[in-house]
């Protein structure tokens, strides 16, 4: 579904990403977890068009290469960036509308079965589909951005630390519809700091640091590596 | 000055006012989609209300090959910008844009000018020739800036309005025309006699802006336009090009400003250069509304039309320092005020 060939991302003239290959299966979820500054959300904003980047990423068996972000999502890639990007002074409901925007040939059948789903997945985002976007609390924000990006019908989703700011029982919540969405066969390529719930849902894991994937594998054969529970799952095995 | 005269100065102070006010709307939508501060503005009022008195002299429109000349350049700066992945659907689409359209539009011109088909089918040919250049001019010299600071875009945009001024020039000679009034006979308020011509432009005005209130709150598009002002990268993220909201907003700000244009033609001579002037002060109007807020920019351009109006009667030769002057308290106070936010 994605695959990136040596991919490298500079600001300036400092590479913050260097020498990135990964793969993320159709109907999957692959996660890279990494400390603060690994580059993960660079990484993240170079696939989707936000950041120019050298190697190759190749999308659906066609490459991306020279295409702007707009045409990216039109190819089927989603993403929900670190920073939300929503409009604040508009209402949540028209910030899901507008998450539509590419489907809007569809007719207003589809956008609403479509709405009615996102608000099928969080309950919250319909009681307040009149506030603004602006005024919402962090968690709900974090539901709106992912409502918005799953209106698009994206083939592949890419979530930059979508329990960033949350409560535990929502970020169970949040993780659940993750998974969810993977049965619903939308590819899922997810950037945690909370390694050890991503490393709970997602098949395949990759391991950041300074720019570079230092480890990868399954996410079962990460989770029980020594490395990985010492950095990033904190508590050592007594 | 007696209360008779002080209502008559209201009155045009509030007809100009209504221009200012739809030139000052377009202005805040131009700059909050493409952070372009769109100083040629006034040309698209000129080349309306000129394009309408050369049609009412049953001449042809030399305006018309400008807009040809312009879909052709706009073809190939479209065609240049998305050479490398551009699809057949899309060129198709820029094929019928730049080109079709603008012939179409120029054989009509050729066709209909000699015969003179009366007020109307005049207008909306004239709105017609006029209104595609918008776009055109987006192509052409802003979108291959879109990602350069304002300051950039600003100089673009002088380039462009010497530009077209010359062409104005060009086209229409030195000479200021005035086209016929299309509502004639006045109606009595009280003391004073409301020309038809005003509460045309008043109603016309207040029409268009109620128009683009419902198109911007209720359709997808111009939830799309208003996306975009909001947060440019958000509406990338959900699939809507910066470049199309960029062609729109310039199209409506052609078309507001010809439209403008057709309605001052009779109450004004129109010069080939008088643009910029009317532009200014929906520019001055704009920018005291921070060029982002509609409501207040609508409310300080009727302000201004009637404080010309009033100045005009008591000291003409001042007529325009005295406008311009009275902005400087109102930007100061705004300067000091968006410190005081900005410190925040
Ligand atoms: N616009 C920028 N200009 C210069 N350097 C940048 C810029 N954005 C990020 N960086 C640097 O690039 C590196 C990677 O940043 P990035 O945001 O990708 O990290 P991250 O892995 O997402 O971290 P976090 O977990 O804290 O979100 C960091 O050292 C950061 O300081
Ligand atoms: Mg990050």
């Given at each position: 579904m994605l695959e990136l060939r040596d991919l490298a991302v500079a600001y300036g003239g400092v590479l913050?990403?260097?020498g990135v290959s990964l793969r993320v299966e159709a109907g999957s979820i692959a996660t890279v977890i990494g400390a603060n500054g690994a580059g993960k959300s660079t990484l993240l904003n170079a696939i989707m068009g936000i950041l120019p980047s050298r190697g190759h990423i190749v999308f659906s068996a066609s490459s991306l290469e020279g295409l702007p972000v707009e045409a990216r999502v039109a190819a089927g890639l989603g993403l929900v960036p670190?920073?939300?990007?929503?409009?604040?002074?508009?209402?949540v409901e028209d910030n899901l509308r507008l998450g539509a925007f590419l489907r809007r040939k569809e007719g207003r059948g589809a956008i609403a079965a479509s709405l009615d789903e996102v608000f099928g997945l969080f309950p919250r985002l319909r009681e307040r589909?009149?506030?603004?976007?602006?005024?919402?609390?962090g968690g709900e924000r974090q539901m709106l951005a992912m409502g918005r990006a799953l209106m698009g019908r994206p083939k592949l989703l890419m979530l930059d630390e979508?329990?960033?700011?949350?409560a535990p029982l929502i970020v169970r919540d949040i993780f659940e519809i993750i998974a969810s969405m993977k049965r619903a066969h939308v590819a899922i390529l997810l950037v945690e700091q909370n390694a050890r719930a991503a490393l709970q849902i997602a098949d395949l894991g990759y391991v950041m640091e300074n720019g570079t994937i230092v480890l990868e594998g399954s996410c079962e054969a990460l989770r029980s590596d020594p490395r990985v529970v010492e950095t990033y799952l904190g508590i050592a095995h007594a | 000055m007696d209360p008779s005269i002080f209502l008559i100065l209201v009155q045009d102070g509030l007809t100009s006012g209504a221009i200012y006010a739809l030139l000052a709307l377009s202005l805040v939508l131009v700059f909050t989609v493409t952070r372009v501060i769109f100083i040629p503005q006034g040309e698209f009022v000129a080349f309306g209300a000129l394009t309408m008195a050369t049609l009412e002299a049953g001449e042809f429109p030399r305006t018309a090959i400008m807009l040809l000349g312009l879909g052709i350049a706009a073809a190939i700066a479209g065609y240049l910008a998305?050479?490398?992945?551009?699809t057949k659907r899309r060129l198709a689409w820029l094929i019928a844009e730049t080109l079709l359209l603008p012939a179409v539009i120029f054989v009509l011109a050729l066709w209909l000018a000699p015969r003179k088909p009366g007020l109307l089918p005049e207008m909306l040919l004239a709105l017609a020739i006029v209104t595609p250049m918008g776009p055109y001019i987006h192509r052409i010299a802003f979108r291959p800036l879109a990602e350069a600071s304002t300051l950039v875009l600003l100089i673009a945009a002088v380039g462009v309005h010497l530009t077209l001024t010359g062409f104005g020039l060009v086209f229409f000679g030195a000479e200021g025309s005035r086209t016929t009034s299309f509502a004639s006979g006045s109606l009595a308020l009280g003391p004073v006699m409301v020309t038809g011509q005003s509460l045309f432009v008043l109603g016309a005005s207040i029409a268009l802006a109620f128009m683009l209130y419902l198109v911007f709150e209720l359709s997808l598009i111009g939830k799309a336009l208003k996306g975009t002002a909001v947060n440019r990268l958000g509406a990338r993220l959900v699939g809507i090009e910066p470049s199309l909201c960029g062609r729109i907003a310039f199209g409506v700000a052609a078309f507001i400003g010809a439209l403008s244009g057709l309605l001052i033609g009779p109450i004004t001579t129109v010069y080939y250069d008088s643009g910029f002037l009317i532009g200014l002060k929906g520019f001055v109007a704009a920018i005291v509304a921070g060029l982002v807020s509609y409501p207040a920019a609508a409310a300080a351009a009727l302000a201004i039309g009637i404080m010309e109006s009033l100045a005009s009667f008591s000291a003409s030769a001042f007529k325009e320092v005295i406008v311009f002057t009275a902005i400087i308290p109102v930007l100061l106070w705004r300067s000091l005020v968006h410190t005081r936010l900005g410190e925040e």
């Open positions: 913050a990403v260097r670190e920073k939300r990007e929503l409009f604040s002074s508009m209402s589909r009149r506030q603004l976007a602006g005024t919402l609390s979508p329990s960033l700011g949350l | 998305e050479r490398r992945v551009i």
